[in-house]
């Protein structure tokens, strides 16, 4: 049986009336498939989509606007507090005897002013070169934001802000300085409640009261005194325009930095207050300056802060907490602060102190009644804050003999009196005199003059050490005293400002001296918060013994160690230098300044051999003093320290004894 073939049978979609061939899609150009443009037309939704989608769109932004608007706004109620705002630190300004300004510590901010009472220039200014649409606005620059965003796109770089002065305000008077995005929310909400808070000229005179000007200085009014020493209702066009420049970049326009760029910088405020007429073009032009010139400013150096650091830390003892604006008046003088910057600065550039190793030195020059006139505490003070006057301590050599011989003289001796130059030893230790030899007898007088080491042991082991450092301590010195023979060598550290303020004992004849720097203090409204009394001095110690003191003295300058330090004027002092040559001083007087000298190495590394006190330091000492003295009258020692004695009433009774003590001592 022959098999049938099998044949698969077609499907066939229900419905389906016979094997009819499915047509193929032909686009309206008669190709077949669709073109792009067609394609893409069946992808766009029509109007009602389109219209659907905007809707949701928007309720979307509002909501999370709204969101972003509370959870930002929540806080808000706590910054915007003028209480806050009105928070700042307390200013400090450090003035000198002859007027100049030495410091300024804290912020210093001006008295308000409303900018009604300022000429129409200068507010002006601040609106042509900082928001020229501030008076279209409402407190946001929709126009000044894309101009900003359009700028920094094509410069590839944030190169022109947007922020508005209202915007600016908000950020000074209630935000901290931090770059975010919510920082940015806050400001822009502030500064809508601001614009609805206040009008125009408020929110201008509150920007201008706020702004800071570099220096320190914040506001108009502080700005206008400190850069040009007038007030801001007297600021000329050009000085406005100036001010105008500043808190775009305050450290790069300072006119006392660089009173060239701060020109080119106030010339472009003026070519912007031409572009918003506020000023005619010509008017502009003739305006334009190449150079800033600002009120003149002190002239003492870097130097002057060791001594302004001093004082600050000494103001809460004067006044307590400081919750206000101080002036703080001193006893320093400019010029001999600028002379003793100077002349130490010079010394240590000598060749002598390069070649012997000489790296560090320190000045400290005061009246004999103890008034700072001068204080230099180290070579650079940008490279070392430390003050090497009033925190170093350091071993002071020979000048401490000082307080040996005025307890001998206290215990019964003269400065006539014999003593023996030779060898002891005690318990193994045997002082030895500089030039390693033993001279022999000699008075006391000779003695100070030449430094002898074994005389001054003697003496003040006879005497006994527990009076020496009695001595130091009524004369000032607070600094922890070893009871050893090697005491009266100087062998116990001591401070520069303790030293000094003891020669001062005896150079005013023998009168207590606490050294100061502190005259006045004033707040707010002048009010008067110290003030240092003229109560009549203390006497320390018997005048027969200050003028015997101030013989021997004058006997170390004329003839002795000191001869180094002779100048034009009578004059008295001792020479110091420790073992190995670590330190090397020499404190001296006038009848008008004292002054101390100290050079070492804050290592304590050696000097050389060279360097002792009677070198480097005397002629430090001697130059400081030549200086320092001119045009002054030359005056005796003993004249002056008896003038001192009958303004408390004292008798002339020792004027006899000092009459002569400092003659032979003057530069030929």
């Known amino acids: 049986m022959a098999q049938r073939e099998f044949k698969r049978k077609k499907s066939v979609r229900k419905g389906a009336t016979g094997s009819k061939k499915p047509k193929k899609r032909v686009s309206s150009s008669g190709k077949k498939g669709g073109s792009l443009f067609a ?156 614009e609805f808070k206040f009008d125009k000229q408020q929110i201008l005179s509150l920007y201008l009261n706020r702004i800071y ?50 020109a080119e910088r106030a010339n472009v405020v003026l070519e912007a207050m031409a572009s918003t ?36 830390d000494r103001v809460k003892d004067y006044v307590g907490y400081v919750d206000q604006d101080l002036l703080v008046y001193t006893t320093l003088d400019s010029r001999l602060q600028a002379i003793a910057e100077e002349n130490l600065l010079r010394a240590l550039a000598s060749n ?11 000045l400290l020059a005061m009246t004999p009644d103890g008034a700072v006139r001068a204080m230099v505490g180290g070579r650079d003070y940008y490279e070392s804050q430390y003050n090497r006057v009033t925190q170093a301590r350091r071993q002071p050599g020979s000048v401490f003999k000082l307080f040996v011989y005025l307890a001998g003289l206290e215990n019964g001796f003269g400065s006539n009196d014999w003593m023996r130059d030779g060898p002891i030893v005690i318990d193994g230790w045997e002082p030895r005199n500089f030039d390693r030899k033993h001279h022999g007898t000699m008075s006391i007088r000779d003695a100070v003059a030449t430094s002898n080491n074994s005389i001054a042991v003697q003496l003040s082991l ?34 520069m400002l303790e030293l000094t303020g003891a020669y001062a004992i005896v150079a005013n004849g023998g009168f207590a001296v606490f050294p100061h720097a502190v005259s006045k203090i004033t707040g707010k409204g002048g009010e008067v918060l110290y003030e240092r009394s003229d109560d009549f001095p203390v006497r320390l110690m018997n005048p027969l013994h200050a003028g015997e003191m101030n013989n021997m003295l004058a006997a170390v300058v004329s003839k002795g160690t000191g001869r180094n330090a002779i100048i034009d004027r009578p004059s008295a002092g001792k020479t110091g230098t420790t ?46 003093m030549l200086h320092a003295h001119q045009n002054i009258p030359v005056r005796s020692l003993g004249k002056a320290a008896l003038a001192r004695s009958k303004k408390i009433g004292e008798d002339d009774s020792w004027r006899d004894f000092t009459a002569g003590y400092s003659s032979g001592n003057t530069k030929q």
């Not at 006879?462 to 005491?487: F, H, T």
């Not at 000298?597 to 070198?615: F, K, R």
Request: aromatic share 10%; glycine share 12%.
């Open 579 to 624: 073992s190995d040559y670590r330190d090397a001083w020499f404190i001296g007087y006038s009848s008008d300044l004292v002054a101390g000298i100290w050079m070492g190495n804050d290592d304590g590394s050696p000097m050389d051999e060279q360097v002792t006190g009677g070198a480097l330091p005397a002629a430090l000492w001697r130059d400081f």
């Open 277 to 312: 007429g506020a000023l005619t073009k010509a008017r502009a032009e003739r305006a334009k300056q190449t150079r800033v010139r600002t009120a003149r400013a002190a002239q003492a150096g870097p130097g002057v802060r060791y001594f302004t650091d001093w004082v600050l």
């Open 39 to 194: 394609r893409l037309g069946d992808m766009i939704p029509g109007p009602e989509a389109i219209a659907k989608f905007i809707v949701l769109g928007s309720i979307w932004v509002m909501v999370l606007g709204g969101g972003v608007v509370a959870y930002y706004g929540y806080g808000l109620p706590d910054k915007v507090s003028f209480d806050v705002a009105s928070e700042r630190k307390p200013s400090i300004r450090v003035i000198s005897i002859d007027g100049q300004n030495l410091a300024a510590y804290g912020n210093r901010y001006g008295n308000p002013v409303e900018v009604r009472n300022l000429p129409d220039y200068v507010g002006q200014a601040f609106v042509s070169i900082e928001d020229r649409r501030f008076y279209d606005h409402f407190g946001i620059d929709v126009v000044g934001i894309m101009r900003a965003a359009w700028a920094n796109l094509t410069a590839g770089r944030i190169a022109e802000g947007g922020s508005t002065i209202t915007q600016q305000l908000a950020k000074n008077l209630f935000l901290s300085p931090e770059r975010s995005f919510g920082r940015k929310i806050e400001e822009v909400l502030l500064a809508i409640w601001l």
């Open 213 to 262: 000007f570099g220096s320190g200085v914040y506001g108009i009014d502080a700005a206008s005194r400190h850069y040009f020493g007038t007030d801001p209702r007297r600021l000329n066009l050009y000085e406005a325009a100036v001010l105008a420049g500043l808190p775009k970049a305050p450290s790069r326009y300072n006119p006392m930095v660089d009173p060239k760029l701060a």
């Open 352 to 362: 002598g102190a390069k070649e012997h190793h000489v790296g560090q030195a320190a």
């Open 462 to 495: 006879e005497v006994g050490l527990d009076k020496v450092i009695q001595k130091a301590r009524d004369m000032g010195v607070s600094s922890e005293l070893k009871p050893e023979p090697s005491l009266a060598l100087g062998t116990s550290e001591v401070s």
